[in-house]
């Protein structure tokens, strides 16, 4: 079990891992979420933050998507007051759905972090997926800046958002594209993007 604080329950990544396929059996979305958790464990690492609280945020980022698609990133709050998440990783979740979904905006670099990359994993996918070798292994920057530009391709992915969470994050662009990239590297077997290399 994970450590309690005051209350509420600080949880391990298995405990996270199992709520998300409580509410989520579509495999996309579960390999999109491990994703997010893989690349924000690759950011906190950069950042010198806490690696497993910010990966167990990145996996648990859109639990209410499957199952409460139109009430995305408000339901979250009520499912895991439930478990007795810390206020602080349920803001975190909240806020990725700022201006999309939900009025919490992301103050926390943590939430900035969530907010910019949620959509970058998605165009980056969309990517490699496109690609002879279907792989992220080496995959560069300028291809996914290419993409990016390419208004019909990946329609869905928000390009304001991730533009905007660079700004919010004070990092260029091109950066954030590439340690974004290399988060999703460290899990390319999980997420299915190891390819043919």
């Not at 209350?7 to 996309?28: F, M, Q, V």
């Not at 999109?32 to 010198?48: D, K, N, Q, T």
């Not at 998605?122 to 560069?140: Q, Y």
């Not at 660079?166 to 990239?181: G, H, K, P, S």
Request: with cysteine; net charge negative.
């Amino acid at each position: 079990m994970g450590e309690h604080i005051m209350g509420e329950h600080i949880p391990t990544r298995d405990e996270a891992y199992a709520l998300l396929l409580k509410y989520n059996s579509n495999e996309s979305l579960i390999k999109h979420a491990l994703a997010v958790e893989g690349v924000m464990r690759h950011f906190a690492g950069l950042f010198g933050e806490d690696e497993e609280k910010w990966g167990i945020i990145g996996l648990v980022h859109d639990l209410d998507y499957e199952k409460y698609p139109e009430e995305h990133c408000k339901k979250v709050r009520e499912l895991l007051e439930q478990e007795n998440w810390p206020e602080s990783y349920i803001r975190a979740i909240q806020s990725h759905g700022w201006k999309l979904c939900c009025d919490v905006e992301p103050v926390e670099r943590m939430e900035n972090v969530l907010y910019t990359i949620d959509e970058l994993t998605g165009l980056i996918h969309a990517t490699v997926l496109m690609r002879p070798n279907k792989s992220v292994m080496d995959l560069e920057v300028k291809s996914v800046l290419k993409k990016m530009k390419s208004k019909g391709f990946a329609a869905g992915v928000n390009r304001e958002v991730i533009r905007e969470g660079a700004e919010r994050l004070n990092m260029d662009l091109n950066q954030v594209i590439e340690e974004t990239i290399k988060g999703m590297q460290k899990v390319a077997d999980a997420i299915g993007l190891k390819g043919e290399i």
